[in-house]
């Protein structure tokens, strides 16, 4: 069946594809990248003008590269890495050391990649937390143990009989068991936990707390106080960069270099990629998705449609209501994607100093933060909840040109400043809602330039450019429904098998031949492949012996 | 130490400490209750605050009495008579546009227009069905994962399963979906009326430390509801005669009740507990030893830390107890007019979700709600013995007050009861002019009262993280102890407090193997 053209030919509407992915994001371009590794006819169709989704690099400033979404990496799947050789075509992941959280009073927390000179900083602020965070990480390690094979697996269904998703569910029912009580009881209470409390049971000082609820908040509508936010730690904390969990670190030339790596080695495996092809519809004939539509009107035929855009702009805005069923449509409608943080880019003309900071310091090359109590991140999270930006907001701020030379001119610097907390509309008198107008992205990105100064004065003059991004910009260009990075908030009732929704997480969608591979499915968002690759093993596995040779896809790697 | 001279000593005489001596007593042991105040009950009361006028001086309503202490104990036989069988719900509104749920959790509705109506029709539904895959668990000693926890147990689990099974395979996704969601998401998008979207955001964070938008909160719903699918009911004389009730069916049974003993020691002798120590000095001897009091009470303090190990003291210092609610009891000189409510239902001004939402941002930081929300009851409605003739009183729990307040209680304790009156005064014009005399309990003064460790109502903050066999703490949570003839029964045990006796119930069991 294979297509023998070139793949940069482009293509008459009578040529039937094996396969039409919609969006050239990470996930979708790794379900693309198993997919024609496989022997099929791939096309990937990109509404901008430049691939990667939320995984991009750009210049917007003459000589300076920003990430412009995503900003680290550490999440993304080493198995995924490996099967895509990705590496030989051209990502390399930076590992970047530690970083610091500013306090109020002039002091700082630094932070190491290191355990022990972590442990040696945190007992200049606490010996007692020192003791306890050898205890800390050894637990968060035992949990991360437990649920990173989950990650690269399809969730059964628990609603069904059928005997796969019978004897998955007595696999996970095994794994919880073989934990003994204790153990048990600790990670379902740190998976229902609030971080807050949760840290309260190791640490006192509330300067290193609010470091460790940082990966705990990032990206969802939730603050450090609220139940599941320990989950959502996890989340980030299981991530690796060269083996080492829980490290991060910086892709070489911006996130946009992981998404080039994936494309390119798409394209080395016969895959075809379109940018500028904004999808306008995807088509269902005789009961079953036979294709997309473009906005000019194009119809691409193929024998199945893979959606890497989130679960609302699939179904709600590309689709005919009429094919989908209506208790399917309604769960979609109350899909929470509220989007709870914005981004600044910046081009700087020199290097921030930082003066609670010794002469060299380390931390300027990783993380740096301004919220020193788990209290002003709450109250951060409050402001969102009543509809505004956070006043005092909390950022995860990283100069990533202080590792990677290509981001920015020498002696010049590109930083990236992620900002919590950030609503998706703002509140407008005592009930209503209105959209985000340029002047109010102007007053949260000076809110947040403001608190920066603070803490580096003179930091404002250094300034050559700024990109502020709220979750209006981020729905605009990169199609993120109401501007949430993970497509989908990651709270219990959407995550496992109710991610997307109840009944549907098995990456098919409620239309034959139509598959979801975006971060909207199971485990979830961040740059990690992995939805991605599981589509892409469920969708092999559902053409049974229609595949000659399917690409080599690897199980998890266990956490030692 | 003497020869014991009792099977079971148990420690505290509240519902929980009487549902568990009833149990035993009826079982043919010998069975010693003791109690630190002067009438059994513990948070079921009944007491004059103001020369003339009495009122419930902790609970206040009756929403889970364990079904089979009733039939067991037969309190009615002793005196229990229900004032009201099944209280009504009003959702106040200061325009007078009330809210009201008639029957068992607004079996039928007054005051919804008719789309609302189906709307809450279907969610009520929805909320009862997934309630009962619960109800089974509650009289169970909680099953531990990877070991057997008793045949009858794990007859329970499955019977829940499968009850689950049969819900259908939307509905069963549709628990699964819902389990951990908050409460607030799901009246927003299933509801429309703000009145009912507050009552039942309120309902579910009632005693919790959450709010309506933390995750877990709907499950906290789920568990209130499990309980009496929602029926509230009343006893006639108040909470306090139901607790006379139950101790008098409880030494017809053959127990024994002493009260103003104070137990300050849990006595062992290394291998196992053989009794206690009064604050007097005096030792009883005991089998067994039964302790109603809170767990970290129990064993750090009545116990000792030193008889107790490490992992488990820290899992005992990491229970949360953390009081969110306030009691303002009034004495009025004339009926309160909240705008034509019926002062023989349970009034409950939370006028939004969003209201109970930002009542509770404050408590985070260890501050009182300056707009609390709060659940009223008038005994006087029902029963004229509670207040002069043409007098009233209101029993009031208001949310959210913290335990420790910054600036301390001293301090605030004026401006938090002025904030309550100030809310009181928007819904009942006038009410200000009516109050003859005032007492308010905060989180602290209800800890001091009450032995309640934090102000916490259930010895132990009611949370999907501190239930089953994580309540109180995993190791300690099938009512038996590390330290053998040391058990639990309390609120701190699981399925939690409110005046139900089903721990102390399930206890016994344990007690008597017969789980």
């Known amino acids: 069946m294979k297509d023998t053209a070139a793949p940069s030919t482009p293509r008459s509407s009578n040529c039937i594809w094996d396969a039409v992915i919609v969006g050239a994001g990470h996930n979708g371009l790794v379900t693309a990248n198993y997919l024609a590794r496989s022997g099929l006819d791939v096309l990937v169709v990109e509404k901008n003008d430049w691939i990667g989704g939320a995984a991009v690099s750009r210049e917007l400033y003459p000589g300076f590269t920003y990430s412009n979404c995503s900003y680290v990496c550490s999440l993304f799947r080493p198995e995924i890495m490996r099967d895509l050789d990705l590496p030989a075509h051209g990502l390399q992941v930076l590992p970047y050391e530690g970083g610091a959280v500013f306090q109020r009073d002039g002091g700082y927390l630094a932070t190491y990649r290191d355990h022990e000179a972590n442990r040696r900083e945190i007992a200049r602020h606490s010996p007692r937390d020192a003791e306890n965070y050898d205890r800390y990480a050894r637990d968060l390690m035992r949990?991360?143990?437990?649920?990173?094979?989950?990650?690269?697996?399809?969730?059964?269904?628990?609603?069904?009989?059928?005997?796969?998703?019978?004897?998955?569910?007595?696999?996970?029912?095994?794994?919880?068991?073989?934990?003994?009580?204790?153990?048990?009881?600790d990670m379902v209470r740190f998976w229902t936990m609030s971080i807050s409390d949760y840290l309260d049971e190791y640490f006192e000082n509330d300067t290193l707390k609010a470091y460790m609820t940082v990966a705990a908040i990032t990206g969802t509508a939730l603050g450090p106080m609220s139940p599941g936010t320990a989950y959502v730690l996890l989340h980030h904390y299981m991530g690796d960069v060269d083996g080492n969990i829980g490290a991060w670190g910086y892709a070489r030339g911006g996130m946009g270099a992981v998404s080039q790596a994936l494309a390119a080695s798409f394209r080395g495996a016969g895959g075809t990629l379109r940018e500028n092809a904004p999808v306008a519809r995807i088509l269902v004939r005789s009961g079953r998705a036979e294709g997309v539509v473009l906005e000019d009107g194009e119809e691409i035929l193929a024998r199945r449609v893979i959606s890497n855009m989130d679960v609302k702009r699939t179904f709600l805005n590309c689709m005919d209501p009429t094919d989908l069923p209506e208790a399917f449509l309604g769960r979609v409608r109350s899909f929470k994607s509220r989007g709870s943080s914005g981004k600044l880019n910046i081009a700087l003309d020199g290097a921030p100093e930082f003066p609670a900071l010794p002469d060299g310091s380390p931390c300027l090359r990783g993380d740096l933060h301004f919220t020193d109590s788990v209290e002003r991140a709450e109250r951060a999270y409050d402001d969102w909840k009543a509809g505004r930006w956070s006043a005092d907001p909390f950022q995860d701020t990283m100069i990533p040109s202080m590792i990677d030379p290509t981001m920015a001119p020498p002696g010049k610097h590109f930083m990236s400043c992620f900002v919590q907390y950030c609503p998706p509309k703002l509140r407008n008198g005592a009930d209503g809602e209105r959209d985000w107008t340029d002047n109010d992205r102007d007053a949260f990105g000076k809110a947040v330039i403001d608190q920066i100064e603070d803490y580096a004065p003179g930091f404002k003059q250094r300034i050559l450019h700024v990109e502020v991004r709220t979750p209006r910009e981020l729905e605009a260009e990169v199609g993120l429904t109401d501007g949430n990075i993970f497509q989908g908030e990651l709270t219990f009732d959407q995550l496992l098998f109710n991610r997307p929704v109840p009944g549907y997480a098995q990456y098919r969608g409620p239309v034959p031949d139509l598959w979801m591979c975006g971060s909207s499915t199971h485990p979830g968002g961040g740059v990690m492949g992995a939805p991605g690759r599981n589509a892409a093993a469920e969708i092999l596995r559902s053409m049974r012996g229609g595949v000659g040779n399917r690409a080599e896809m690897r199980d998890a790697y266990p956490v030692l | 130490m003497p020869t014991p001279s009792f099977d079971a000593i148990i420690i505290g005489g509240g519902v929980n400490g009487l549902a568990c001596a009833g149990r035993l007593a009826q079982a043919g042991q010998k069975v010693l209750v003791l109690d630190a105040a002067d009438t059994p009950g513990g948070g079921a009361l009944t007491a004059e605050f103001a020369p003339g006028y009495r009122v419930d001086g902790l609970a206040h309503l009756v929403t889970h009495l364990d079904a089979r202490m009733l039939a067991a104990l037969k309190p009615e036989g002793h005196g229990l008579e229900w004032a009201v069988g099944s209280m009504a719900t009003t959702a106040l509104s200061s325009d007078g546009g009330h809210l009201t749920l008639n029957g068992a959790y607004g079996e039928n509705v007054q005051g919804l227009d008719e789309d609302e109506a189906q709307r809450w029709a279907a969610l009520r539904g929805r909320l009862l069905r997934h309630t009962e895959i619960l109800r089974p668990l509650r009289e169970i000693t909680p099953p531990l994962p990877g070991k057997g926890g008793g045949k009858g147990n794990l007859l329970a689990l499955g019977r829940a399963g499968l009850n689950l099974r049969r819900l259908g395979r939307e509905d069963m996704q549709e628990f699964l979906r819902m389990i951990l969601i908050n409460v607030h998401d799901v009246v927003q998008e299933d509801l429309t009326d703000d009145r009912l979207r507050g009552l039942l955001a309120f309902d579910a964070t009632l005693g919790t430390f959450l709010g309506p938008r933390s995750p877990n909160s709907l499950f906290l719903l789920w568990h209130r509801l499990s309980g009496d699918a929602g029926r509230i009911r009343w006893p006639r004389g108040g909470m306090g005669a139901l607790a006379s009730a139950l101790a008098e069916a409880v030494r017809a049974a053959g127990a024994e009740l002493r009260c103003a003993a104070r137990v300050d020691r849990v006595l062992s002798d290394g291998d196992r507990a053989t009794g206690v120590r009064l604050e007097s000095g005096e030792e009883i001897a005991a089998r067994c030893v039964i302790s109603t009091a809170n767990p970290r009470t129990t064993f750090l303090d009545l116990l000792g830390a030193r008889q107790v190990e490490t992992g488990l003291v820290r899992r005992l210092n990491n229970i949360r107890m953390r009081g969110t609610a306030a009691k303002l009891h009034l004495a009025l000189k004339g009926a309160p007019d909240f705008r034509g409510a019926d002062l023989r239902h349970r009034l409950v001004i939370a006028p939004s979700s969003d209201t109970v939402e930002?009542?509770?941002?404050?408590?985070?930081?260890?501050?009182?709600?300056?707009?609390?929300?709060?659940?009223?009851?008038?005994?006087?409605?029902?029963?004229?013995?509670?207040?002069?003739?043409?007098?009233?009183?209101?029993?009031?729990?208001?949310?959210?007050?913290?335990?420790?307040?910054?600036?301390?209680?001293?301090?605030?304790?004026?401006?938090?009861?002025?904030?309550?009156?100030?809310?009181?005064?928007?819904?009942?014009?006038?009410?200000?002019?009516?109050?003859?005399?005032?007492?308010?309990?905060?989180?602290?003064?209800?800890?001091?009262?009450?032995?309640?460790?934090?102000?916490?109502?259930?010895?132990?903050?009611?949370?999907?993280?501190?239930?089953?066999f994580m309540r109180p703490a995993v190791g300690i949570a099938r009512y038996a102890t590390p330290m053998p003839g040391l058990w639990l029964a309390g609120a701190g045990s699981h399925p939690g407090g409110g005046i139900s006796g089903t721990a102390g119930w399930n206890a016994a069991n344990e007690i008597l193997g017969a789980a």
Not at chain 2, 363 to 368: A, D, L, P, T, V
Not at chain 2, 375 to 401: K, M, N, R, W
Not at chain 2, 424 to 450: F, M, Q, S, Y
């Open chain 1, 143 to 185: 949990h991360c143990r437990f649920i990173r094979p989950l990650l690269m697996r399809t969730p059964p269904d628990p609603a069904s009989f059928k005997p796969r998703d019978l004897s998955e569910m007595a696999y996970l029912a095994r794994q919880f068991l073989a934990l003994g009580a204790d153990e048990a009881a």
């Open chain 2, 358 to 468: 930002n009542a509770f941002n404050h408590i985070k930081y260890g501050e009182f709600s300056p707009a609390p929300v709060m659940e009223i009851t008038c005994p006087t409605a029902h029963d004229s013995g509670f207040a002069p003739d043409g007098h009233h009183v209101l029993s009031i729990v208001a949310q959210y007050a913290p335990y420790s307040l910054r600036g301390g209680w001293e301090a605030g304790r004026d401006a938090l009861q002025a904030a309550i009156l100030k809310q009181l005064e928007a819904h009942a014009p006038g009410i200000g002019e009516l109050v003859t005399a005032v007492e308010l309990l905060t989180p602290a003064d209800i800890a001091a009262r009450h032995g309640l460790v934090g102000g916490s109502w259930h010895q132990g903050d009611l949370a999907v993280e501190q239930m089953l």
